[in-house]
């Protein structure tokens, strides 16, 4: 009996001993552990400091040029009969006015300094059409190639979520026409044809250097 004591109590010190030795080998206190654990930390610290900042890119901007309307061209154009659009802001553009033969009234008309732009709908499609007499060089960026042949002019045709896209150059002055359906899935609105129809169909509405 005095054996089997004496013998779980070596072993209870043995334990206790161990745990000493473990609890002291992990306490921050000790030198070692300290010194790891700050050399790692001022590894971190100078990794950071050693990592390059983020800088800003040059900002390239645009140089704005004056385009040169022709209107002499437009001479002999007999306008379009435009009732549902101010003729006020038709004679004072700018820019040789382009506008769809037909549109549902409530069309929105509106000019500035060297532009013009147009929203309209009709049966269910949405209008949105653009002239202006301004052009941007960007220093260092090339101009793509012209992808469709526009009204007899080189132009672009793309489509971005259901919406379809025309721009191109007419007299001198910068066109864009977008155009989409209240169903963009609409087969009829699926194809660029829809689009191109569009804008074969303009008609000369007016524009400060058009006789009526």
């Not at 060297?114 to 052009?135: C, F, K, N, T």
């Not at 489509?159 to 155009?179: D, F, K, M, Q």
């Amino acid at each position: 009996m005095g054996n089997t004591l004496s013998s779980k109590v070596k072993l209870a010190l043995m334990v206790v001993a161990s745990l000493g030795l473990t609890t002291t080998a992990c306490d921050p206190s000790n030198g070692e552990v300290d010194g790891a654990v700050g050399s790692r930390n001022a590894s971190a610290v100078g990794e950071l400091r050693a990592t390059p900042k983020p800088r800003r890119g040059k900002l390239i901007r645009p140089e704005v040029v004056a385009r040169t309307v022709q209107w002499e061209e437009l001479a002999a154009v007999q306008t379009a009969s435009i009732d549902r659009l101010d003729h006020r802001q038709l004679d004072t553009s700018p820019v040789p006015v382009l506008v769809p033969p037909q549109f549902d009234e409530g069309a929105t008309l509106t000019t500035g300094e060297s532009w013009y732009a147009l929203s309209a709908r009709h049966d269910g499609v949405e209008i949105s059409l653009q002239g202006s007499a301004q052009g941007r060089l960007i220093p260092g960026i090339r101009a793509h190639q012209p992808t469709h042949t526009i009204r007899d002019n080189p132009g672009f045709v793309t489509r971005n979520e259901g919406i379809w896209s025309v721009s191109w150059t007419e007299n001198g002055a910068a066109y864009s026409l977008e155009v989409g359906c209240a169903d963009p899935f609409a087969p009829e609105c699926d194809d660029e044809v829809f689009a191109l129809g569009w804008v074969d169909q303009l008609v000369l509405g007016g524009g400060q250097g058009v006789q009526r």
